[in-house]
């Protein structure tokens, strides 16, 4: 989402530094958080690495009050009668899966939940909007059962995902407005029929050596609006060059990649600068291929432009008639 302009500069300039020294890490797998997304070609493309995600100061502002926010609900949760919390397995760390290419890390588990006393239940805190809480709210007070999936299911996929791989059949969602002021909550069961569903989506996703359809073929529907992709699929915007968005890598079943051209195996750091003989996935290339030889292939962009590709450079062809 942009930001609008502020009046007072001040403000504006720190805004636009949050935005320049915010560093995100480049996510090598497909995450429980993003499986459920109601795009495919978006976890497709940023499971290709395809382009940089890009954040607005508020959406930065956003991701760090959930941080904040999830834990000052565990130290209130930690200090509640009753109430176990765990937050690091035994090592220190997350609690996290992996299973190929898809992976996640859970908040935490806790056991002492008030319906369920006795029960473990995976934990995991979500902060929102004051509109989007009010939601829950009212899909909880109706059905507390399809509560989640009704509010949001990129979460309740995420839920159904935890409960799968860490096999504790309950799942306890906390939400807090901004300043976590407000509280909520909401617990779900384990559907084994949804969690495989969303675990072969993944699967598959990863398995695609295309991208898959666009959820819109316009620019300006909502989701494609917002979404870092957007050049790139409606538009002629070129992929970035790394080994995930090569014609010669390959994501291998057991979470590795590997390069067909060199037949290796690629470490994070080595796909991530690619190599001089790079050749774009032709399915990434926003256009139709007009020609091809041993080593390169020329396209017609959706703009018109005619391109020929060759050892990771692009390079502009002169215009043709007809
Ligand atoms: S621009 Fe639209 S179709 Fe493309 S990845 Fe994003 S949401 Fe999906
Ligand atoms: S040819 Fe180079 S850029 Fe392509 S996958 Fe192999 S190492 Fe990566």
């Not at 930001?3 to 995100?24: G, I, R, W």
């Not at 790394?242 to 750091?269: F, I, M, V, Y």
Request: proline content about 4%; glycine content about 8%; some cysteine.
């Amino acid at each position: 989402m942009g930001d609008f302009k502020l009046p007072d500069q001040t403000l504006s300039a720190m805004n636009d530094a949050l935005v320049e020294n915010y560093h995100n890490e480049r996510r090598g797998y497909i995450g429980a958080s993003s499986i459920g997304g109601s795009c495919e070609r978006r976890i497709w493309n940023a499971f290709h690495w395809v382009d940089d995600d890009t954040y607005s100061a508020q959406s930065i502002k956003a991701i760090k009050d959930g941080h904040y926010s999830e834990k000052v609900m565990a130290g209130r949760l930690r200090h509640t009668p009753g109430v176990r919390i765990w937050v690091e397995d035994t090592h220190g760390g997350q609690f996290s899966f992996k299973d190929g290419h898809i992976s996640g890390h859970l908040d935490g588990k806790i056991m002492g939940v008030d319906a369920d006393p006795g029960v473990l239940h995976v934990w995991e805190h979500k902060a929102v909007n004051e509109k989007k809480f009010n939601m829950l709210v009212k899909f909880v007070v109706r059905d507390e059962s399809t509560a989640l999936y009704e509010w949001d299911q990129t979460y309740f996929a995420q839920a159904q995902i935890y409960m799968h791989y860490f096999h504790i059949p309950w799942h306890y969602l906390t939400c807090c407005t901004p300043g976590s002021r407000d509280e909520t909550s909401v617990r779900t069961s384990y559907d084994p029929t949804a969690a495989n569903y969303y675990r072969e989506r993944g699967h598959r996703i990863v398995r695609a050596n295309s991208p898959p359809p666009r959820i819109s073929e316009s620019a300006s529907w909502f989701e494609c609006k917002w979404c870092p992709f957007s050049g790139n699929c409606h538009d002629s915007k070129l992929a970035k060059k790394n080994c995930r968005t090569c014609a010669h890598s390959t994501p291998l079943s057991d979470g590795t990649w590997r390069c067909e051209k060199k037949q290796k195996g690629l470490n994070d750091h080595e796909q991530y600068a690619g190599c001089e003989q790079h050749l774009f996935n032709p399915r990434l290339v926003p256009g139709e291929q007009t020609d091809s030889g041993t080593d390169w292939v020329e396209y017609r962009l959706r703009s018109g432009a005619f391109i020929r590709n060759q050892n990771a450079e692009v390079t502009t062809l002169p215009a043709r008639g007809g």
